[in-house]
């Protein structure tokens, strides 16, 4: 090859690497997004602007409903009945102390505070993953609060705080206080039932089986009437359990079912060779249950237990048809008084309870899908 025509092949060799560029402008940021997820078909298209145009539709007048029109201070209900376009949030700021304490004495009600203030403290420590120490919050979030938490709501002559009976308890202490046991003891007892259920005892199977099946089967509100008014005849004579404890075991013996099945369902999810390792290794039946079936079984289930429990947490609103006075009760009965009458007045109450469910619903389902994520990790490929 001559020289000629190397010089003729040279001229089209690249001696310099090429720019680089930036991706396609519909490959990346906010309009990939936006491609990817709200117009990626023409069905997709769709739903987007209609969704769209009934937002345009709603929300604004909402917001001006919520806000703009609103009447935030007032002392009686006149002024919310003359502006009839808006909220009346005076209403909820005049009956605030209704909402959250019920007709709990005034003078005693720093308990409320007192008890509500450390239970917030014990949960968050154990609810942070990274915090330290957390056996000893859980120790005294299962032992020492709950007998603090009795001394100070019920009171105690030994320390000198007066008796203050279940009757006036009421408000969203007591809608915390009925979600959190049920809660905390549905768990534990769900466990036991499902693993009741895998038994290979024929009997603790069958107990197992009727009692998830039988509770499954009623509603929370027959549960509720049975705890109420049956609980007392399988007791001792004279022995009578408080009108709050009873609707509390009812609702846990109800949500129990329920998680029962959850873990029931993360417990046959596990590969048989992981019991089988854990017998090789020696374990009996409960450390291999407590050290490798049951961390594995319910993380898998995490999004069913969250959803057992949100679900619990709005259930709490039932236990008013036994004669407890829980948060929504309390905004029922707020409606009642006269000086604030107004049609404004209920639409008002009914928009603060949704939001309050909304915001601890919310908040669950957030931390339910953290700890999904960060639980998961080892098993993403």
Same mark, same amino acid.
């Given at each position: 090859?001559?020289?000629?025509?190397?010089?003729? @092949?040279?001229?089209?060799?690249?001696?310099?690497?090429?720019?680089?560029? %930036?991706?396609?402008?519909?490959?990346?940021?906010?309009?990939?997004?936006?491609?990817?997820?709200?117009?990626?078909?023409?069905?997709?298209?769709?739903?987007? @602007?209609?969704?769209?145009?009934?937002?345009?539709?709603?929300?604004?007048?909402?917001?001006?409903?919520?806000?703009?029109?609103?009447?935030?201070?007032? %002392?009686?209900?006149?002024?919310?009945?003359?502006?009839?376009?808006?909220?009346?949030?005076?209403?909820?700021?005049?009956?605030?102390?209704?909402?959250?304490?019920?007709?709990?004495?005034?003078?005693?009600?720093?308990?409320?505070?007192?008890?509500?203030?450390?239970?917030?403290?014990?949960?968050?420590?154990?609810?942070?993953?990274?915090?330290?120490?957390?056996?000893?919050?859980?120790?005294?979030?299962?032992?020492?609060?709950?007998?603090?938490?009795?001394?100070?709501?019920?009171?105690?002559?030994?320390?000198? @705080?007066?008796?203050?009976?279940?009757?006036?308890?009421?408000?969203?202490?007591?809608?915390?206080?009925?979600?959190?046991?049920?809660?905390?003891?549905?768990?534990?007892?769900?466990?036991? @039932?499902?693993?009741?259920?895998?038994?290979?005892? %024929?009997?603790?199977?069958?107990?197992?089986?009727?009692?998830?099946?039988?509770?499954?089967?009623?509603?929370?509100?027959?549960?509720?009437?049975?705890?109420?008014?049956?609980?007392?005849?399988?007791?001792?004579?004279?022995?009578?359990?408080?009108?709050?404890?009873?609707?509390?075991?009812?609702?846990?013996?109800?949500?129990?079912?329920?998680?029962?099945?959850?873990?029931?369902?993360?417990?046959?999810?596990?590969?048989?060779?992981?019991?089988?390792?854990?017998?090789?290794?020696?374990?009996?039946?409960?450390?291999?249950?407590?050290?490798?079936?049951? %961390?594995?079984?319910?993380?898998?289930?995490?999004?069913?237990?969250?959803?057992?429990?949100?679900?619990?947490?709005?259930?709490?609103?039932?236990?008013?048809?036994?004669?407890?006075?829980?948060?929504?009760?309390?905004?029922?009965?707020?409606?009642?008084?006269?000086?604030?009458?107004?049609?404004?007045?209920?639409?008002?109450?009914?928009?603060?309870?949704?939001?309050?469910?909304?915001?601890?619903?919310?908040?669950?389902?957030?931390?339910?899908?953290?700890?999904?994520?960060?639980?998961?990790?080892?098993?993403?490929?």
């Amino acid at each position: 090859m001559t020289d000629a025509r190397l010089d003729v @092949l040279a001229a089209y060799v690249r001696v310099a690497p090429e720019p680089i560029l %930036p991706a396609p402008i519909f490959s990346r940021g906010v309009l990939a997004w936006t491609r990817a997820n709200l117009f990626s078909s023409w069905i997709s298209g769709a739903l987007t @602007l209609v969704s769209l145009a009934l937002c345009l539709w709603l929300v604004p007048p909402l917001i001006a409903w919520a806000t703009i029109d609103a009447v935030w201070s007032a %002392p009686d209900g006149a002024l919310c009945r003359a502006h009839q376009d808006g909220a009346c949030w005076a209403f909820i700021a005049q009956k605030m102390d209704y909402f959250r304490y019920g007709s709990y004495p005034q003078t005693e009600r720093w308990r409320v505070d007192l008890t509500e203030i450390v239970g917030a403290a014990l949960v968050v420590w154990l609810l942070w993953p990274r915090a330290p120490r957390r056996a000893i919050g859980a120790a005294l979030f299962f032992i020492a609060f709950p007998i603090l938490a009795f001394i100070l709501l019920r009171g105690s002559d030994w320390f000198d @705080l007066p008796i203050v009976d279940t009757v006036l308890w009421g408000g969203i202490f007591v809608s915390l206080l009925t979600a959190l046991v049920g809660i905390v003891f549905s768990l534990p007892l769900g466990v036991l @039932l499902a693993l009741g259920r895998r038994s290979h005892l %024929p009997v603790v199977k069958l107990a197992s089986v009727i009692y998830i099946e039988f509770v499954r089967g009623v509603p929370f509100i027959t549960v509720l009437f049975m705890a109420n008014f049956m609980l007392p005849l399988f007791l001792p004579e004279g022995w009578a359990p408080d009108r709050l404890l009873r609707p509390l075991v009812g609702t846990v013996l109800f949500a129990a079912a329920y998680m029962a099945e959850e873990v029931r369902g993360g417990l046959q999810s596990i590969n048989k060779g992981q019991f089988e390792g854990a017998m090789a290794l020696g374990l009996n039946f409960w450390r291999m249950m407590g050290l490798v079936i049951l %961390p594995q079984a319910l993380t898998l289930v995490i999004p069913g237990i969250v959803n057992t429990f949100i679900g619990l947490f709005k259930d709490t609103t039932l236990v008013s048809v036994v004669g407890l006075l829980d948060f929504l009760a309390t905004v029922e009965n707020a409606f009642k008084d006269t000086v604030w009458i107004g049609p404004t007045i209920a639409p008002t109450g009914y928009a603060f309870a949704a939001l309050f469910y909304f915001v601890f619903c919310f908040a669950m389902s957030r931390y339910q899908a953290y700890m999904e994520r960060r639980l998961g990790r080892g098993r993403r490929r």
